[in-house]
């Protein structure tokens, strides 16, 4: 069965399930038991950071259960708090898997540039300077296609390959909000938000637009810019 799964992960650790602490996959673990009424292991198409939400986060799982498939959300979600939500449900192959039959990622960071901090924008970064946005498209254009993103990797990552693909990366405005969108295959741990640091760095003119070409190339975390905060920061949609 395949789930897809929206949430505010702000009062989260993350997605991935741990012990002793609280996250998004535990609590949604236990409400998928308490429905289905035996244990489950969750396979997830992405493992979010604390704070990061998501729009289309995607689990699938087996299970027999003779609960209509076009009810499960709905039942699941009366064991889940109101910040976790079942949006879709669906039947799948059983050699699907939510990580590695996916496609691409849709992830999305959202900026505030309204003067004054506001709660109705708190799941966003709040940035009530001024930015060039010409700029921070040019320097968005080197990223695309297959590189080494060690440089836009969090320090305490460990993973084997750095290589990335990056499908696209827009930048649009609306109203006081601002939307980075980032279509790739996989992304590295706090890559999209270090990426995100960067480009304001020279949106703000504290560097110039090639400044992101040459974090490329150095592989060298030190040469990128600040990592965007987790708020900001959302997974949208997995294609498949």
Same mark, same amino acid.
């Given at each position: 069965m395949k789930l897809t799964v929206a949430y505010?992960?702000?009062?989260?650790?993350?997605?991935?399930?741990?012990?002793? +602490?609280?996250?998004?996959?535990?609590?949604?673990?236990?409400?998928?038991?308490?429905?289905?009424?035996?244990?489950?292991?969750?396979?997830?198409?992405?493992?979010?950071?604390?704070?990061?939400?998501?729009?289309?986060?995607?689990?699938?799982?087996?299970?027999?259960?003779?609960? $209509?498939?076009?009810?499960?959300?709905? +039942?699941?979600?009366?064991?889940?708090?109101?910040?976790?939500?079942?949006? $879709?449900?669906?039947?799948?192959?059983?050699?699907?898997?939510?990580?590695?039959?996916?496609?691409?990622?849709?992830?999305?960071?959202?900026?505030?540039?309204?003067?004054?901090?506001?709660?109705?924008?708190?799941?966003?970064?709040?940035?009530?300077?001024?930015?060039?946005?010409?700029?921070?498209?040019?320097?968005?254009?080197?990223?695309s296609g297959e590189h080494d993103f060690k440089s836009f990797m969090g320090r305490r990552a460990v993973v084997k390959d750095t290589i990335r693909r990056i499908y696209d990366i827009s930048l649009k405005e609306k109203g006081d909000m601002l939307y980075i969108d980032f279509y790739g295959k996989s992304f590295l741990k706090n890559m999209v938000r270090i990426i995100v640091g960067t480009s304001i760095e020279i949106g703000a003119g504290r560097k110039d637009a090639g400044f992101m070409q040459r974090a490329l190339e150095s592989k060298n975390r030190k040469s990128a810019g600040f990592t965007a905060p987790s708020q900001g920061l959302y997974l949208m949609k997995i294609y498949y």
């Open positions: 505010d992960g702000t009062n989260y650790n993350g997605f991935q399930i741990q012990p002793d +602490v609280k996250t998004v996959e535990g609590v949604l673990n236990k409400a998928i038991e308490k429905t289905v009424k035996h244990e489950v292991k969750l396979m997830s198409a992405g493992r979010t950071d604390r704070g990061v939400h998501a729009i289309g986060q995607v689990v699938n799982f087996f299970s027999d259960t003779s609960i $209509d498939i076009g009810n499960l959300p709905k +039942v699941i979600n009366y064991h889940l708090p109101e910040d976790i939500s079942v949006i $879709d449900s669906e039947y799948v192959s059983e050699d699907f898997h939510a990580r590695f039959s996916a496609k691409g990622k849709f992830y999305r960071y959202a900026i505030y540039r309204g003067r004054y901090r506001h709660p109705m924008y708190k799941n966003a970064m709040h940035y009530p300077y001024k930015l060039n946005l010409n700029s921070m498209r040019e320097s968005f254009l080197c990223l």
